[in-house]
Every structure is written in structure tokens, then in C-alpha cells.
């Protein structure tokens, strides 16, 4: 049986299959300070701290496999020459503790070629990872996803840098990063994925994707994950309720009803009663 487990206070997931550990994280942005230097903002490279913050969190979980889902890089297409030889080495680095995979997202222009061998590159449509009769989808959350991971019971993505606003008793407002935790609507996903790949949709949108594809869409459930790298802004979503990437702007996941969760796993509640707090 397939077990998903939130690692508490830092943001990063584990999935336990029968012989296999899966580490997840995402939004590294290499690179980053040098987009807040355009700014005038300097600090110090942010790099070595992310590189041993996860070698650290490898060490600790020690699993087989550490799967990105995406933003590994900042520049969005072509990467400056000290990126690249960034990406390089912290890639080398991580291969040495654990087999490393990247589903890309939209900062991963051109890194196929950046990467060292020993890491794959998967397609920025996602994969899924089966276990018995359970399915994970793994995706950034930029792009639509695979036909495929309509039939995971979980997937599990990223690309929105979620936070919660909070407002204190004296007026402050402090953010935070937080896990979500949604599902989707079957035969509203089923109606918008065809939608995208320019197909009429029947009055059963769900059947009509068994009949083409071979895939039974499932009630999945839905993870999103907060940015790895803390330097990052995000999107303080009970404030402002916009959600990014094609999935979750369908309007098949219900921003109301999705749960809230601190990094160390606290639950706040659903987001209709958090919303402008």
C-alpha cells in the first residue's frame, strides 16, 4: 500500500511504496538572488545552503530515489554561464546520495543539457508511479498533464509557491508556506482535459475518456507543495484566491475546500475560513 507523509517543518514528502522510499521537493531556483539583484537586493549565493539543507534531509530520510517536480533553475530559458556550472555540480552533489529524477517545470527551459548524465529528465507532462492498483502522478503543475494522471488516485505538484496570510492581533500581516490538499471535480476535469486536446465532449465526459485513452479518471487527490527554497515569494492564497497552471484553473478543484496545512503539519481548516484573515 502506497503511504504519502508530509515531512514536518520542512517542505518536502515522502512516499513509502513496497520495495522503494520516494523523497520529493520542488521550486529550488537556483539562482535566484541574482533576479533580486536587478533590484538592488544582495545577498550572499543561496546554493551551498539549499545543496546541504537536502543532503541533510537525504542523509535523514535515506531514500532511494529524490524526484524534483520542477524549477530547478531560475532563468527561464537560457541560463547564464555560472548557473549553469550551478545546476552542474548541485546535480552531481545530489546524485551521490540518492538516484535523482526531474519532471521540469516552466524556469527548466534547455536543462537536458545542463544536467549531468546520471540524472533523467522526465517530460514536463509528468509521470506516474504505480504501485498495485494505486497511481501517483508526479507533475510541476505549468503545463497539462499527461492523459495518464487522470487516473492517479494522488498527484502530487508544485509551480504555485503557496502561502497563507494571517493577520496578528496588532494588525501584522505574516505569511506563511503551507501544504494544500484538494480533489477534483471527475467529469469536470474529464470535460476541460478534452477541451484541451480539441476533442467534443459528450454528455459523459468521463466515459469518453475510457473510450479514447484507456484511462478510468479517478477522485484524485491533490497535493500541492510549497517552494523549497524560503527566499521565494509566493501566493498568499487565502487573500487573493488565484491559483496558476492549467490544472487548477479549470474551476474542477474548489479553492473553498481545500485544506490548509503549516509545514509542520498544524491544519488551519479549509480556505473559505481563512479567507482575508
Keep these: ?50 545543496l546541504k539543507s537536502i543532503q541533510q534531509l537525504l542523509e535523514k530520510i535515506n531514500p532511494s530515489k529524490l524526484i524534483i517536480l520542477g524549477d530547478v533553475k531560475h532563468e527561464i530559458t537560457a541560463s547564464r554561464y555560472q548557473e549553469v556550472i550551478d545546476v552542474y555540480d548541485f546535480l552531481v552533489a545530489l546524485s551521490k546520495k540518492a538516484q535523482t529524477e526531474i519532471v521540469p517545470g516552466n524556469h527548466d527551459g534547455q ?43 494522488y498527484l502530487i ?7 497563507i496570510q494571517l493577520t496578528t492581533g496588532t494588525g501584522f500581516k505574516v505569511t506563511y508556506p503551507i501544504w494544500i490538499k484538494a480533489t477534483w471535480n471527475t ?12 476533442i467534443k465532449t459528450t454528455e459523459n465526459p468521463v466515459q469518453q475518456i475510457k473510450e479514447l485513452f484507456g484511462i478510468e479518471v479517478a477522485e484524485t487527490k491533490i497535493i500541492v507543495m510549497p517552494a523549497y527554497n524560503k527566499m521565494l515569494g509566493g501566493i498568499p492564497i487565502n ?3 488565484k491559483l496558476l497552471g492549467p490544472l487548477l484553473k479549470t474551476n474542477c478543484v474548489s479553492p473553498p475546500n481545500m485544506e490548509i496545512y503549516l509545514l509542520d503539519g498544524t491544519y488551519l481548516g479549509k480556505l473559505a475560513s481563512l479567507k482575508n484573515k
Aim: hydrophobic share 40%; aromatic share 4%.
Design 111 to 153: 536543462i537536458e543539457a545542463i544536467v549531468p548524465p546520471e540524472v533523467k529528465v522526465h517530460s514536463p507532462r509528468g509521470i506516474v508511479i504505480k504501485e498495485e492498483k494505486e497511481v501517483i502522478g508526479l507533475i510541476h503543475g505549468h503545463a497539462w498533464p499527461d492523459v495518464k494522471l487522470l487516473g492517479a488516485h
Design 239 to 241: 487573500t487573493t484566491q
Design 1 to 50: 500500500m502506497v503511504k504519502i507523509r508530509i515531512i514536518p517543518n520542512v517542505p518536502a514528502l515522502q512516499i513509502r511504496l513496497k520495495n522503494e522510499k520516494i523523497l520529493c521537493i520542488a521550486d529550488l531556483h537556483i539562482g535566484f538572488e541574482k533576479e533580486l539583484e536587478k533590484s538592488g537586493i544582495k545577498i550572499p549565493p543561496q546554493t551551498p545552503s539549499i
Design 157 to 163: 505538484t508544485a509551480h504555485i509557491h503557496p502561502l
Design 187 to 198: 467529469n469536470c476535469i474529464a470535460r476541460a482535459y478534452l477541451k484541451y486536446v480539441k
